[in-house]
């Protein structure tokens, strides 16, 4: 299994929206393709959006035709617009086109730009991975032998380019022999956890128990959850983290029962530009998500619906965020300047 693959002139990616009763993969040879991948969820997670808009970019490049070089990088502009376009809320994404950007004002002619998105974006997939290793050490001490650990959505080999950074720990945690259990959230309405989360850690013969949102409150009162590790779309300065709808339900109830909440993420979803996380734009998407469960309609019509895709954890609720640049304990004290700056 992979979540994507550079071809050379074609990017091929795993469709997570048919997982996980189909494990097809797409290759798309046009830039739009990929764009579309991002907005219509074929790919999601905040570090495999960043790669597949870098990869995007990195595949415009190739098929631009332009007599100038002004030309050129004008167009290859508008494609990195189209990708920032795409969803807000992950900061990997915008992270990932400003560094395609550079590049695209760096290279001295057409194939030199072409070479240097390429190389760019191989980069942004290879490092991503090694991130996650390292995310993986630097947090698995956080885990005992015998934890039952409580994760939401999907922050898993899927959601990255692989590895993962919440379940990357679980597993560090794994290789270093403890015995882990997970209990995944199915995480409503997308159900991530349900369809995704559990997919891969079954597939690796991780021990995983699926509860509905509404069940951790129970499990955590009645002790069976020691832990809860979760990732991330955007931590700002001062240490909140904005993460998938019912991060911050989970967040509060960790709190009140004096369970550990860590959040795992690599540097590339540090957003030391904005303060707080009452400033990050959360993503409200279609209502239908909410009004149907697959193709069955499971509310009347006239109801209003909401659907913000994400929330916001206060860096108070946070015991640590591990990233691949180390652990920052405490982040309500200690905001996350020190992380970016080892
Ligand atoms: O809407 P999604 O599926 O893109 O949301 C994904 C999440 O919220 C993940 O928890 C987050 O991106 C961290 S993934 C390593």
């Known amino acids: 299994m992979f979540s994507i693959k550079w071809n050379g002139d074609s990017v091929t990616i795993l469709d997570q ?8 993969y797409h290759t798309y040879r046009h830039f739009s393709d990929l764009v579309d991948a991002i907005r219509y969820m074929e790919v999601r997670g905040a570090p495999l959006i960043g ?18 070089l002004v030309n050129f990088r004008d167009e290859l502009i508008k494609a990195c617009d189209q990708f920032a376009a795409t969803r807000p809320t992950a900061v990997n994404l915008f992270a990932a086109i400003s560094r395609m950007k550079k590049k695209i004002n760096e290279g001295r002619d057409i194939a030199d730009i072409r070479q240097l998105l390429e190389k760019e974006a191989l980069a942004l997939y290879a490092e991503d991975i ?21 994760t939401h959505c999907n922050a898993g080999a899927l959601a990255t380019g692989g590895y993962g950074t919440a379940l990357g720990v679980i597993r560090s ?4 022999g403890k015995k882990i259990q997970v209990y995944a959230c199915e995480t409503r ?40 590790i979760v990732g991330a779309d955007r931590i700002t300065a001062n240490g909140d983290v904005v993460n998938k709808i019912g991060t911050y339900t989970l967040s509060v ?12 993420a690599p540097v590339s979803t540090l957003d030391p530009a904005t303060k707080t996380g009452d400033e990050v734009t959360i993503e409200e998407r279609g209502v ?3 009004a149907y469960i697959g193709d069955k309609q499971i509310a009347p ?3 209003f619906i909401r659907n913000p895709a994400f929330d916001m954890t206060p860096a108070r609720n946070i015991a640590a965020i591990i990233t691949d640049k180390g652990v920052i304990e405490n982040p309500a004290g200690n905001g996350i300047a020190k992380a970016l700056k080892q």
């Open 253 to 264: 109830l960790a709190r009140e029962h004096k369970i550990p909440f860590y959040v795992a």
């Open 173 to 176: 945690a794994i290789e270093e």
């Open 288 to 290: 239908d998500e909410v």
């Open 301 to 303: 019509e006239g109801v």
């Open 17 to 24: 929206r048919l997982l996980p009763g189909e494990e097809v």
């Open 130 to 150: 090694e991130a996650n290793k390292t995310i993986g050490k630097n947090g698995s001490r956080f885990l005992n032998d015998g934890d039952v650990v409580l």
């Open 51 to 68: 790669i597949t808009a870098g990869m995007g970019i990195a595949l415009a490049a190739q098929h631009v035709i332009s007599d100038s």
């Open 189 to 228: 309405p997308y159900l991530q956890g349900a369809r995704l989360t559990a997919w891969e850690l079954v597939r690796d013969g991780i021990p995983v128990t699926l509860i509905t949102d509404s069940m951790s409150g129970h499990f955590m009162r009645t002790g069976v959850i020691k832990k809860v």
